[in-house]
């Protein structure tokens, strides 16, 4: 069931995930090898390098909700759990300053603990 809906949402990428897949998918040259609405246990993550243990997250206006934070936070912990980092950028934030973006996944791909 979980590959069915990863497959629904790669096939349906929202804009903002569009945009940032278009450098992530680079970042393969530099042995960074980066899957897209990857299943991890029960959830979805939207961008996964699995060599740097990195999941970035791209989060839309439903996020920012009282029950989107909440869901949002028992996610990372999880994750965090399991031994992943996680970053969250705004889909404006990616849509409007997608080199910021890109600063910041480069620094979390070169560090080991992102915060």
Same mark, same amino acid.
């Given at each position: 069931m979980?590959?069915?809906q990863?497959? $629904?949402l =790669?096939?349906n +990428?929202?804009?903002?995930?569009r945009?940032l897949?278009?450098y +992530?998918?680079?970042?393969?040259?530099?042995g960074? $090898?980066? =899957?897209?609405q990857?299943p991890i246990?029960?959830? @979805?993550a939207d961008f996964?390098c699995?060599?740097a243990k990195?999941?970035?997250?791209?989060d839309?206006?439903? $996020?920012?909700m009282e029950?989107? +934070? %909440? $869901?949002d936070?028992?996610r990372t912990a999880w994750?965090?759990a #399991?031994?992943?980092?996680?970053? =969250?950028f705004? #889909? #404006?934030d990616? +849509?409007?300053?997608?080199?910021?973006?890109? %600063?910041?996944?480069? @620094?979390?791909l070169t560090?080991e603990?992102?915060?």
């Open positions: 979980a590959n069915e990863a497959r $629904h =790669r096939r +990428l929202t804009e903002a995930e945009k897949w278009t +992530l998918r680079e970042k393969k040259a530099d960074f $090898h980066f =899957r897209r990857c246990g029960p959830y @979805i996964l699995y060599a990195l999941i970035i997250e791209v839309g206006g439903q $996020h920012g029950d989107g +934070l %909440e $869901h936070r028992q994750l965090e #399991n031994g992943y980092r996680v970053i =969250r705004w #889909n #404006n990616v +849509l409007g300053n997608i080199e910021g973006v890109v %600063e910041m996944v480069e @620094i979390a560090k603990d992102f915060s």
